[in-house]
């Protein structure tokens, strides 16, 4: 059973707009989480993390929500780059330990 | 700061063989996690040490085994290589202490068995 799920394969936006990747949970013990993007060929990149103390943290352009009665959080890409293009890997944890990620959503930026 | 870096970059066992995976993370960072990256399974964590410690175990048979040394650098074993073990592995490190576990990943090994 997929502890973090993250329900959408794929997601096209237009440059310039807003990207919304998803991510859901099911462990409530969760209360670190982490997002990264790979590229083909390379190792997963740090974007942004949250701990269950805030429901909110943003740096430049990346912005993570958590909704702990939810197990829900996303992040928030604007605007959205080429360059972005990208699969996108949300991971959570207990303690900071035992990072379970989710299978990945593939984000297409349009020119 | 120096990433992590992980060798070989690619390699190609022939099933029944053993191979020797080598991650070195970033200087000062005392965690180092591997995990195995495959299409079908996305990222499975193997195991995770700390100060020479293993400290925590995925679900993953004894053929995979790993070790850390006292500059923080670790390898990961595969004895009795098996088709299914044709993946990417990675390693990340981390600071894991004062709230600070954002892991970084190194480029990964190829390894392909035949």
């Known amino acids: 059973d997929q502890q973090v799920k993250q329900n959408s394969p794929s997601l096209s936006v237009q440059e310039g707009r807003i990207s919304i990747l998803n991510c859901d949970y099911t462990?409530?013990?969760?209360?670190?989480f982490l997002w990264y993007k790979k590229y083909p060929a390379e190792g997963p990149t740090f974007l942004i993390s949250?701990?269950?103390?805030?429901d909110k943290n943003e740096d430049g352009r990346f912005t993570v929500f958590l909704n702990k009665s939810a197990k829900h959080l996303s992040l928030h890409i604007v605007p959205s780059q080429p360059g972005d293009s990208a699969v996108y890997f949300c991971a959570a944890s207990e303690g900071g330990q035992n990072f379970v990620f989710g299978p990945g959503t593939r984000l297409s930026v349009l020119p | 700061k120096a990433g992590v870096t992980q060798t070989p970059r690619y390699l190609i066992k022939t099933r029944g063989q053993q191979v020797t995976l080598s991650c070195s993370p970033i200087?000062?960072?005392?965690?180092v996690s591997w995990y195995q990256q495959t299409p079908g399974q996305g990222l499975q964590f193997l195991f995770e040490y700390f100060s020479e410690t293993q400290r925590n175990k995925g679900n993953f048979p004894g053929r995979f085994s790993g070790r850390q040394f006292s500059n923080s650098r670790s390898e990961m074993n595969v004895s009795t290589l098996e088709l299914g073990d044709s993946a990417l592995y990675l390693c990340?490190?981390?600071?894991?202490?004062?709230?600070?576990?954002?892991?970084?990943f190194g480029p990964g090994t190829r390894l392909t068995v035949t």
């Open positions: 462990n409530s013990m969760f209360d670190y």
């Open positions: 990340a490190s981390s600071w894991n202490v004062l709230s600070s576990y954002e892991q970084y």
């Open positions: 200087s000062g960072h005392r965690s």
């Open positions: 949250i701990s269950s103390i805030k």
